[in-house]
């Protein structure tokens, strides 16, 4: 048996971690050893992960990434109102309550707003002196500017969420520095869904309340404390961290970002290549076993636990031609950054439509980015369930 590839190879913070490629040649899944104390069946070709996770004898109860966290609760109860944990008919109402908000429709609705915030930042970052970060001047706001006005979270209330989460999506964090922030922005959401309930606005927290009461299953409150703090949370942090970390790894590979400076229409396509060459949520996804299902050679009984992992299938060389390199020209949108099967991410579209406004605004309006100081000192969020850096000092020619 052999331990659960956690750690990337050194001097390549882009590539998922070592010891996928072999695995990736072994006739189906591998065991492994994980950092939660327990053994896991490792699924990491593409064929293999797309295969498992529409698969309802596989079970979500467990949060996404639970095979990481040392000492994890595996079989606590799911929370209420979880739409990562909860299966079934659970999870199928919660879904429906809230598809409506993600549409392509209505996410292309919010596109002029979008782009508006991607030039307004961009036009500060213009106005400022000396170099800047990245990640707190443009990576971090405009996904968290999005989803507070989406959701009806005061924005100038991100204090109370943004340090919160970064503890909350943390690996290696003492437990009860987890529980203290779990507890505070639960009281702080708590609050805010108290005001939707009694003052209904234009908004998708106070649009939920009203759905799920139209149709005779309103929810409660620990349910949508818990469904406001997962959109809260997932709408900012993945694509927070793909901004970052996105531009750095373009920034590194000059013949990629000329390509997409030169032809906007790139964009979209340079968006699913990104996405699948990442893969931010850099874990894969835990699943616990309902009923004995065969992968490969294989009978994983019922009982066990499953790891499939998204960050390998998305470097498989059979689903993806010299997969290891970026090519924003790429058919990519086969990837599986958001998943698949009924938890396949909810927002995708919306993370999308953010990346495309960026990739084709950013790179230019600022022609000359680069790195304000020396690549190899970066650093870098190994210890988190969404993988990103954790500043990006950038300048530019004034």
């Known amino acids: 048996m052999t331990d659960f590839p956690a750690t990337r190879p050194a001097g390549c913070p882009f590539d998922p971690a070592s010891g996928f490629t072999k695995l990736r040649e072994a006739d189906g899944p591998t065991k492994v050893s994980t950092p939660a104390g327990i053994d896991a ?17 596989l079970s979500s109860r467990s949060a996404p990434s639970a095979h990481v966290v040392p000492g994890a609760d595996l079989d606590r109860e799911v929370e209420s109102g979880s739409i990562l944990q909860a299966d079934g008919e659970r999870h199928a109402y919660l879904r429906r309550l809230l598809t409506s908000e993600f549409t392509v429709r209505r996410i292309q609705a919010l596109r002029p707003r979008i782009a508006e915030l991607v030039e307004e930042h961009i036009d500060a970052m213009l106005a400022s002196e000396g170099p800047v970060d990245l990640v707190q001047a443009f990576a971090l706001p405009i996904p968290s500017l999005v989803i507070c006005e989406l959701l009806g979270v005061p924005y100038a209330d991100r204090s109370e969420f943004q340090a919160r989460s970064a503890i909350l999506v943390s690996v290696d964090r003492p437990e009860e520095e987890v529980m203290r922030a779990s507890d505070e922005i639960n009281d702080y959401m708590a609050r805010l869904v108290t005001a939707k309930l ?18 005779g299953q309103p929810l409660t409150m620990p349910e949508l404390v818990t469904l406001a703090i997962t959109l809260l949370i997932a709408g900012h942090e993945t694509t927070a961290n793909m901004i970052g970390l996105s531009t750095l790894a373009l920034l590194r590979d000059p013949e990629q970002l000329d390509a997409l400076r030169a032809d906007p229409d790139l964009g979209p396509s340079a968006v699913e290549e990104m996405l699948r060459y990442l893969t931010v949520v850099q874990f894969g996804l835990f699943r616990h076993v309902l009923e004995d299902i065969e992968i490969g050679d294989e009978t994983i009984k019922a009982g066990e636990f499953l790891i499939a992992a998204i960050q390998s299938g998305n470097r498989d060389e059979q689903a993806f031609a010299d997969p290891d390199r970026i090519d924003l020209s790429r058919k990519a949108s086969r990837h599986l950054a958001f998943g698949f099967g009924a938890h396949q991410c909810l927002g995708q579209q919306l993370a999308r439509v953010e990346l495309q406004e960026v990739y084709t605004r950013l790179y230019t309006r600022i022609p000359t980015l680069r790195l304000a100081v020396p690549f190899e000192e970066i650093t870098y969020k190994d210890n988190t369930l969404v993988y990103g850096v954790t500043a990006l000092p950038v300048t530019w020619d004034r």
């Open 41 to 57: 069946w490792l699924v990491t070709r593409y064929a293999d992960v797309r295969a498992v996770l529409p698969d309802a004898r």
């Open 198 to 215: 009694e003052n209904r606005e234009d908004d998708l927290l106070s649009r939920l309340i009203t759905r799920a009461e139209d149709q």
